[in-house]
């Protein structure tokens, strides 16, 4: 018999059978794992197995690369967090489904498992959760071997004044060092690499450097498109940016 138990962020719980489902967790030490879960999708399950929430995960079957059943208590109810703010549920959302395809089964993922759980419970203020997700997808970049460098300029070594970055060596660029290349320079928003505050322009730029890695690097990768729920959550966060613009 093998199992395992561990804590766990329900990515999806698709209906299977009668009454049953079959849940995909993200896991801290064994990864991205699924599972059938019986009664996951009847009345009492369907709390339980929703998407983003953080669960005591149990998985066991007799072999195993059996897909094994997976049962659960909740620790944390994101998905009641973001309910009554349709943005934060757009963000779990794109999270959950960004996870599920970035990540290949069984591969431990510690740092972005956490930086996901972090993410979860900022889901009760829309506006530190948006900023939130951003960070949380250069960890999770970062731990699939694209990581970012914010840190000093890949030009003149400065660590001040960066503005920008490489769409090609994902290294951040000052702006006094960006030159003819500027248009071609993906913008590299403050709050990413200082304690600044984040309007939601700044976010927007923060989805397409992010986007533009994951895209690239990662979808592409396996011929697949990004999720459309992160198009959604950008979109959202467009329509935001296009508002406060029109207020000013």
């Known amino acids: 018999m093998e199992s395992w138990e561990d804590e766990a962020v329900v990515l999806s719980a698709r209906p299977h059978g009668e009454g049953h489902a079959i849940a995909t967790v ?11 879960v019986y009664g996951g999708a009847g009345r009492r399950g369907r ?26 208590e909740v620790v944390y109810a994101a998905s009641a967090a973001a309910l009554e703010d349709p943005l934060a549920l757009t963000v779990l959302a794109s999270a959950c489904a960004v996870a599920e395809a970035a990540l290949a089964e069984a591969e431990p993922h510690p740092r972005a498992h956490a930086a996901l759980v972090a993410l979860l419970r ?3 203020s829309s506006a530190k959760a948006v900023a939130e997700y951003v960070r949380w997808e250069i960890v999770l970049l970062s731990e699939l071997g694209y990581g970012l460098d914010l840190s ?22 000052a702006a006094a060092a960006a030159g003819p290349w500027r248009e071609r320079l993906l913008v590299l928003p403050k709050f990413l690499i200082e304690d600044a505050e984040a309007a939601a322009s700044d976010v927007v730029a923060g989805l397409r450097l992010t986007g533009h890695f994951l895209a690239r690097n990662v979808f592409e990768a396996v011929h697949r498109p990004p999720p459309p729920a992160r198009e959604r959550l950008v979109a959202a966060i467009e329509a935001r940016a296009a508002l406060a613009a029109d207020l000013v």
């Open 122 to 124: 900022h889901l009760d």
């Open 152 to 173: 000093v300029c890949a030009v003149t070594g400065a660590r001040d004044g960066l503005a920008y970055v490489s769409p090609r060596t994902g290294r951040a660029v």
């Open 47 to 72: 709390a339980t197995w929703q998407p983003g929430n953080l669960l005591a995960a149990r998985w066991q079957a007799r072999l195993a690369d059996q897909l094994g059943r997976l049962e659960g």
């Open 26 to 36: 993200f896991t801290r030490a064994f990864g991205v794992r699924r599972g059938l």
